[in-house]
């Protein structure tokens, strides 16, 4: 397993590299830019925005450009923001912290719901719970974030007053943890909502396949009990696809859940970057889709190493 890691390892790099240079180019090919804002002030001279290009750096050919972060990047410096000129690796410090904390809690929420849900609803099949627990799944899975999120803010904020809207406290008073509840009930509920009907249709499928093989009919008629049946010879193998899907999902700790942090006004990755691409500040956008797109390829390496774990027949050379 150790020189299969290490090949995969291997293999990301040039990988990476591809990824990179494309997210580059791309963002360089947007129309706009950091100094567009100067383009139509009559006060700034052809003369500042050629100096301003120099003292950016955005007068060298792209080529020269991608080298040059490269060599920082392998300094492990992800460079300075062109709009708030601070360097972005504190000001991904900064709100790292944040996102971690916000997905980290719907994470745990999600598996705390999702696993009992699919589990019961896999044993009960078209019983009422599973009926009832399918079309919640439907429903949860089938509302796009940003309308269920606005629809949440009109009700709970706008009119019945219940939470706030936005933020992580209220601006201007003391820290109190009953004050950060409330915030923290609208953002964490959508991303658990979406997060639970989708794993719990995944689960409960993967549940429903699982029970139906000859194995588990041979454990119950060895007469182990139902729940060591379900705990140790079901649960493992139904929870393969259900770790593939995790693997994509767990970026989003770092990266942040771009629609909903914006929407509630979450000081976190997703908020970041999206304040990012309005002002295409492109050390900002390079470091988060750069970190993004490294975590995918490591999650997805554990979760092929997790697969082995959970399947005694998977072996890797």
Known sequence: MARYALRRVLQAVPLLLGI????FLLIRLVPGGPLSAYEGNPDVTPQDMARLRQQLGLDAPLPV???RWLGRLGRGDLGWSLVSHRPVISMIAERLGNTAYLMGLALVLTFAIALPAGI???RRQYSWFDHAVTTMSFVGFSMPTFWSGLLAILVFSVWLRWLPAGGMYTVGEAFSLGDHLRHLVLPLGILTLFSAARYTRYLRASMLEVLGQDYIATARAKGLG???VIQKHALKNATIPVV???ALDLPQLFSGALITETMFSWPGMGRLFWEATLRLDYPVLMA???VSAT????FNLAADLAYGFLDPRIRYR
């Open 20 to 23: 990179t240079l494309g997210i």
């Open 65 to 67: 450009q991608y080298v």
């Open 120 to 122: 019961i609803s896999a």
């Open 226 to 228: 139902e729940r060591v």
């Open 244 to 246: 593939t899907i995790v």
């Open 288 to 290: 988060v889709m750069t």
């Open 295 to 298: 975590l995918v390829v490591l």
